[in-house]
């Protein structure tokens, strides 16, 4: 079979690029595991409780000093753990000062979930294995729903809680 001089030039092009791309993603994605940038932590999905910030004690929000707060969640199908109130009752509602720094701390045992609180720039995926952290500043008072926006199951929808920032 004869081969044009350009369509030999083209199928090289075609192939070498085909290969530099392949090379890229498998140092980027798999060789270096890229990850979002708010999990640069790893913890035993078995066993999250060797975490501090995930025993059920310091689940919740924790007052760490003057307009500064941690936020600690274990995210589940299909709930988000907060701890209990004084009652004993789930948390379901975390109520902040306005215009306090606020860290979100969270973590899953099964699967993949999200933490979005909607209308904020609070958006997080949480992975089982992986911290997601993130830290924000809540300075508009309201209401805010906290939804799961990775599909995780049945009960997907009903995954939700909610942020009230209060002036
Ligand atoms: Cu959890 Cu969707």
Redesign the pocket.
């Known amino acids: 079979m004869h081969l044009h001089k350009f369509e030999k030039i083209w199928l090289v092009f075609g192939v070498g690029s085909l290969v530099l791309f392949l090379v890229v993603i498998g140092i980027g994605a798999f060789y270096k595991g890229t990850h979002p940038s708010s999990h640069l932590a790893t913890i035993d999905p078995q066993n999250i409780e060797a975490e501090e910030a995930f025993q059920q004690d310091n689940l919740g929000m924790t007052k760490v000093e003057d307009d500064k707060y941690i936020v600690n969640l274990v ?4 709930n988000y753990d907060f701890g209990v109130d004084d009652e004993g009752s789930p948390v379901k509602t975390i109520r902040i000062p306005k215009g306090s720094t606020v860290l979100f701390q969270a973590t ?1 045992k099964d ?4 933490f979005q609180i909607a209308g904020t720039n609070v958006n997080m995926m ?1 992975e089982p294995g992986y911290i997601s952290r993130y830290e924000t500043v809540l300075d508009k008072p309201g209401e805010y729903t906290i ?7 049945m ?3 009903l ?1 939700f809680a909610t942020v009230e920032v209060y002036e």
Do not use: L
């Not at 995210?75 to 299909?78: E, M, R, Y």
């Not at 699967?111 to 999200?114: F, K, R």
């Not at 939804?147 to 199951?153: A, K, M, P, S």
């Open positions: 995210a589940s199908a299909f899953t699967v993949v979930h999200g949480v939804v799961c926006n990775e599909y995780c199951g009960g997907h929808h995954m």
